[in-house]
């Protein structure tokens, strides 16, 4: 008793800060998904399309939730003023010109897909003909959308704008820090939307058509199909976030890491680039097996370790969920503090990471050779490094911003694995953010 008026009254004390997304709004797009699946899976709808209706359904009760209950288009942060809207003639020149940039910017990107052969293999076809469908309506209605923003905006002046007056050669200074961030904006949009669209239907095909009788009565069947929802989960979130970049849903992009390192680290991770595939310098798996191989004939076990690993996968799937529509990797579009970020500053790394290590077991091999024991560990380990880093050039990004620097401050303070974390290595509390390791807070 005397324990729990103690938190209590340190709570009231150091309050956390505020989240840029509150928690209803990720519940509202999971009931809304979870409804969609009920349907998709009673009547066998396991098609690409039925997973894109499953973005659908994950995507519009967030965003009803955040206009019509957190009024989140009221926010100052976006940057617009409804009460004073200028007249058109004042703005048209601005949103031309602002136009012309973003349609500039559309055709690179169409340019870099139409050369690149990758992304017209395999799954990612399905994301080209995704966008081949979606752009003739894109292009379309960016002009009155433009339009009428532009007449609410404080700032009219942005990076789209700065690039278009630079393509017609205007004389007015421009703000190159603002187009150097408005091409990064749409290079993570790009990079990462055409992946999140080609995984989308494999994930929610194999859940979908998981066959009951297995996954109930078989402890390595039912935690896979587990985890394969969960991965779902992540996906789903993850795509309709880079979809949904809207100034009046204040989920726009304030600004795109602008370090090296962080690009570097963060595109290693996924394909072409990445560098833990199969063959890849970091692929830890030739000689190993997973945990199903080495606790076979151990069905307690495997209930076990089924569950620490769906439970790491929930975490996952949770610190994805609590962006609502604003998940965008290299992108800050505003701070969360709530859910798993109130636990640890990086709850995706962290169980990612966890996951990979209990499953893999890369200590054990099928070779019987130290040697291969050795390298799977070091390789699994660096692996980890690289999510370090990715971590650490997260923190030195968002800390630029002060509420980062709030956040990471109070978790420094209240956060359970970070005050762990302290305690284990005997290091005292230092003001300022980024002092705790990442992975490990």
Not at 30 to 44: E, F, K, S, T
Request: hydrophobic content about 50%.
């Amino acid at each position: 008793m005397y324990h729990d008026t103690a938190l209590a009254n340190q709570a009231k004390a150091d309050p956390r800060p505020k989240s840029a997304v509150s928690t209803g709004v990720g519940l509202a797009g999971l009931v809304g998904m979870i409804c969609w699946l009920a349907v998709a899976r009673h009547y066998g709808m396991d098609g690409p399309f039925s997973a894109l209706v499953n973005l659908a359904a994950c995507g519009i009760p967030m965003v009803l939730w955040s206009v019509f209950v957190d009024k989140v288009h009221r926010n100052a942060s976006t940057g617009i003023n409804w009460s004073n809207p200028r007249p058109l003639k004042e703005t048209l020149d601005i949103s031309i010109t602002k136009i012309a940039g973003l349609w500039l910017t559309w055709g690179a990107i169409a340019a870099i897909y139409s050369i690149c052969r990758f992304y017209w293999q395999g799954n990612f076809a399905f994301a080209m003909w995704c966008f081949q469908m979606a752009a003739p309506a894109v292009f379309l209605l960016s002009i009155p959308y433009i339009l009428w923003i532009d007449r609410h905006l404080e700032k009219p002046k942005d990076g789209a704008w700065m690039l278009g007056a630079w393509m017609m050669g205007s004389r007015e200074p421009l703000d190159r820090d603002a187009i150097h961030n408005h091409l990064r904006s749409w290079a993570v949009k790009a990079f990462f939307l055409a992946f999140m669209l080609a995984i989308v239907p494999p994930g929610f095909g194999a859940f979908i058509r998981a066959d009951a009788t297995n996954i109930l009565t078989n402890p390595v069947a039912f935690a896979n199909w587990l985890i394969t929802g969960m991965f779902m989960i992540d996906v789903a979130f993850a795509t309709v976030g880079y979809v949904l970049t809207f100034r009046p849903l204040d989920s726009h992009i304030r600004t795109a890491n602008p370090f090296a390192a962080g690009w570097a680290f963060a595109l290693i991770c996924y394909p072409p680039f990445l560098l833990m595939g199969n063959g890849g310098p970091l692929d830890y798996h030739p000689g190993t097996s997973d945990y199903s191989h080495w606790l076979a004939g151990y069905d307690v076990a495997l209930w076990i370790v089924g569950a620490v690993l769906v439970a790491l996968t929930a975490v996952y799937a949770w610190a994805t969920l609590a962006f609502g529509f604003r998940f965008s990797n290299l992108t800050h579009r505003g701070i969360i503090t709530h859910g798993p970020y109130a636990i640890t500053r990086h709850p995706a790394y962290l169980s990612k990471n966890l996951f990979w290590w209990i499953s893999t077991c890369p200590l054990l091999v099928t070779t019987g050779s130290i040697y291969d024991a050795v390298r799977a560990s070091v390789l699994l380990a660096l692996v980890s490094g690289v999510y370090y880093i990715r971590a650490k050039t997260e923190e030195r990004h968002l800390g630029m911003d002060p509420a980062y620097r709030e956040y990471s401050e109070w978790m420094e303070r209240n956060a359970p694995v970070p005050r762990f974390i302290a305690w284990v290595t005997g290091r005292k509390h230092r003001p300022g953010y980024g002092d705790t390791p990442v992975l490990a807070d």
